[in-house]
RNA sequence: GGUCGGAUGGCCGAGUGGCUAGGCAGAGGUCUGCAAAACCUCCUACAGCGGUUCGAAUCCGCUUCCGACCUCCA
């Protein structure tokens, strides 16, 4: 089926045409998390946001080289130049432990994560430690042609040179001018010349542990470069969709599309697609603001703001219920929402093998699905897409419930459209536990049951029907039958 | 302070000029031994004040409030 698919460009602030620049392939490069710490909720949105993007890439027919990479090493703490610290390294010091396990320990915390949440792996995950040449030669490529300057040992791009044949604030809509009168003095960085000016290279003091020798010493790289030197290793100097959160845009990407300009001339990226933030009581969840929650502690309800735990796929289904460049508050109230929803949701899903066509039917699915894929088309829009869904959902109970008939073919497509868009696209998936003893188990008690009640012993059936209840099981008795389900 | 973005019914959240999503909660009904589920119906909102227009949640202006970025952040 072709689609014609549009997706907003932060670089234009417009909706365009999806257009690959080599079809069928797509390159697509998302920032991957500084692994010094856990991934927090908030990670886990943009995560599962550019998952819905990778999906229906892929499900549209394009063959779709993601990338998306680990940073350890070269992220500063601060924005102080050489006098910054290594993010990892400060922790390993901290912890007694090598940069390199405590890399390998949120490396892990993060697949888990990644995991849990049904997030597709990406095609290569590359870290920033196993492409230092990569990114030694990029400084070498930037500093040949004059976008550079080294200073005792520290290589720093010129952002006012640069600015000068180029646009720096092409991505964040700020000009130079008012960039360098609204940032702030800081201390330490009296080596730079501009006041813009970041590091490519930095030298290593004697007490750093995470170095590497290079034309200019012993050092490690700068924030920015590992983005620069992995995506143009895997998917070229212009690739189709880089991606991230909204709060790279005024630095990490800025900075991104400088380097790549520099070095090769041209706009690492033809869409840059960004996530806007996860909110808690209207402000940012961020690690500095102390206000993330993590997603193991979602799951088990250890935390101090909601008063339960939520499943993963309650999170991801909470998820995909915001669009990915809407601000996403989360609370108690829309987590209940979500999940009630999403059981609703699962719950008619799992009646649709039971279903009979008949020789005619007034359900006509074909729109259905169009409104569908027009959903998806428009910028991935997941929540219009799941109102589409909760339609489907309907029409599925009301066939079950012998009030709606549909002929064979409609309920072929009906059975197609669930499982293409909401496993497959939307990547969720059902969470009860698969126990091939369970459901005989429960077919033996609810025979019971229905004896008991058929003997009109209704002290016998509902006491069965409450217990169950009690222990999370619920009855639903209907002209066909019993059946049942986990609450 | 500067720049940018937002304010939608009890809650969450779509929607860029007329057709006024969806979920949750609430009310009524159908079904049922009762209950639950399901289905049907109802609750029809767009921060405030002006303006443009035959017509505005949607466009423009002002005001108020909130947020993001400018420092590490997804």
């Not at 090598?98 to 320990?105: G, H, R």
């Not at 080596?191 to 290593?204: Q, S, T, V």
């Not at 300009?261 to 041209?266: E, P, R």
Request: proline share 4%.
């Amino acid at each position: 089926m072709e689609q014609s698919l549009f997706v907003y460009n932060t670089l234009t602030r417009r909706k365009e045409q999806f257009v690959p620049i080599n079809p069928p392939f797509v390159g697509m490069y998302v920032c991957g998390p500084t692994v010094y710490s856990n991934a927090h909720l908030g990670n886990a949105r943009t995560y599962i946001s550019f998952d819905l993007v990778f999906r229906y890439l892929t499900h549209l027919g394009y063959k779709v080289r993601y990338v998306r990479n680990i940073t350890d090493a070269g992220h500063l703490e601060g924005d102080a130049g050489d006098e910054g610290e290594d993010k990892i390294e400060k922790k390993a010091k901290l912890a007694h432990l090598e940069p390199m396990e405590i890399a390998q320990k949120y490396t892990l915390d993060f697949h888990d994560v990644m995991q849990a949440l049904n997030i597709l792996p990406p095609s290569i995950e590359p870290r920033a430690t196993g492409h230092i040449i990569e990114q030694i030669e990029l400084v070498k490529l930037i500093l040949q042609n004059g976008f550079a300057y080294e200073v005792n040992g520290t290589i720093y791009f010129d952002v006012e040179k640069y600015n000068k044949t180029q646009d720096y604030g092409i991505l964040s809509r700020r000009n130079l001018e008012e960039l360098i009168n609204n940032t702030r003095d800081l201390g330490g960085q009296d080596e730079k010349r501009g006041k813009l000016d970041f590091a490519l290279w930095i030298k290593a003091k004697p007490e750093h542990l995470m170095k590497w020798p290079s034309p200019w010493g012993l050092g490690f790289p700068g924030w920015h470069l590992e983005c620069s030197a992995m995506s143009e290793k895997y998917l070229g100097k212009h690739f189709d969709i880089h991606g991230g959160g909204i709060d790279l845009v005024p630095t990490h990407h800025t900075n991104e599309i400088a380097q790549g300009v520099a070095a090769c001339h041209i706009n690492p990226a033809k869409y840059w697609i960004h996530t806007n933030m996860l909110t808690m009581n209207g402000q940012k969840m961020s690690k500095s603001l102390g206000n993330s929650i993590l997603p193991y502690e979602l799951f088990t309800g250890h935390n101090s703001i909601l008063s339960k735990g939520y499943s993963p796929m309650t999170l991801r289904f909470f998820i995909l219920q915001a669009h990915y460049r809407s601000t996403l508050d989360i609370s108690n109230d829309a987590m209940e929402a979500s999940e009630k929803g999403f059981k609703r949701l699962m719950n008619s899903f799992s009646l649709l093998d039971d279903l009979t066509a008949s020789a005619t039917g007034e359900a006509d699915i074909a729109p259905l699905q169009q409104r569908c894929y027009d959903a998806m088309n428009d910028d991935f829009n997941s929540p219009v897409l799941i109102a589409e869904l909760f339609e489907a959902s309907r029409i599925i109970n009301s066939v079950h419930d012998g009030k709606l008939k549909i002929d064979q073919s409609n309920l072929d497509l009906l059975k197609q459209l669930m499982q293409t868009f909401m496993l497959d696209i939307l990547g969720l998936k059902n969470e009860e536990a698969a126990n091939n003893d369970l459901p005989n188990v429960m077919n033996m008690i609810v025979g019971l049951r229905s004896e008991a009640k058929a003997n009109r012993d209704y002290a016998t059936s509902d006491r069965i029907r409450d217990g169950l209840q009690k222990i999370g099981f619920q009855l639903k008795d209907s002209k066909e039958g019993t059946t049942w389900n986990k609450i």
